[in-house]
């Protein structure tokens, strides 16, 4: 449930052969997964809608412009630490489940992000294709925001950090996987298959 939609801490469970829990945990802090842990709830299904903290070109001016950013920075580090810990009782085994969504609209800084990924990743093909099919950047920046123009991406996190990109493009009746790569040290953990598993 969005954070926004204001619902009582916990509604009553519904029984549909499991026990289902629906919280909001407000607008920072990762829609109650504590609440949930408290009460021993073992799969959980994460959909963190919130806007992320934009960039700024320059310092804010006056006391109130510094403290409304430092408020970002600490929001920004609570939602980061509060994925980090459902992350590692998933790790642990205490979660048997857990899908988490962050649902992000596209600001310049990610699209970056993105074309770093796809050129680091791409340093793969150097000696596998053809030399005049292999170029770096592999694809530059420009080519990418037109890109953008047809392609939906969607990204993999770690440890708050954007380490993998799938991307969908329709055409006609089909729907086609374009841009799929990971970066390459996170390679070989599952990442593109559950990008992949997402998608389809």
């Not at 920075?73 to 509060?82: C, P, V």
Request: glycine fraction near 8%; hydrophobic fraction near 35%; aromatic fraction near 6%.
């Amino acid at each position: 449930m969005p954070a926004g939609a204001r619902l009582p801490e916990t509604s009553d469970p519904e029984t549909l052969g499991i026990t289902v829990q629906l919280v909001d945990g407000g607008l920072h802090d990762n829609q109650g997964v504590f609440g949930l842990s408290d009460q021993n709830c073992n799969v959980m299904i994460v959909s963190d809608a919130r806007g992320q903290m934009s960039t700024e070109d320059r310092l804010a001016d006056g006391p109130l412009g510094v403290l409304l950013r430092t408020t970002s920075l600490l929001q920004a580090r609570i939602r980061t630490a509060s994925y980090r810990a459902i992350e590692s009782r998933r790790n642990s085994g205490r979660l048997k489940g857990l899908l988490f969504l962050h649902r992000k609209r596209n600001q310049p800084e990610d699209t970056k992000r993105i074309n770093f990924i796809i050129n680091e990743a791409a340093r793969a093909y150097e000696g596998a294709i053809p030399p005049d099919c292999y170029h770096q950047p592999y694809m530059p920046l420009a080519e990418l925001e037109q890109e953008m123009e047809r392609v939906t991406f969607f990204g993999w996190e770690a440890n708050g950090e954007l380490v993998g990109v799938m991307g969908i493009e329709p055409i006609k009746d089909v729907t086609l996987i374009r841009h799929a790569y990971v970066l390459t040290a996170c390679q070989r953990k599952g990442i593109g298959t559950k990008l992949l598993n997402h998608l389809i």
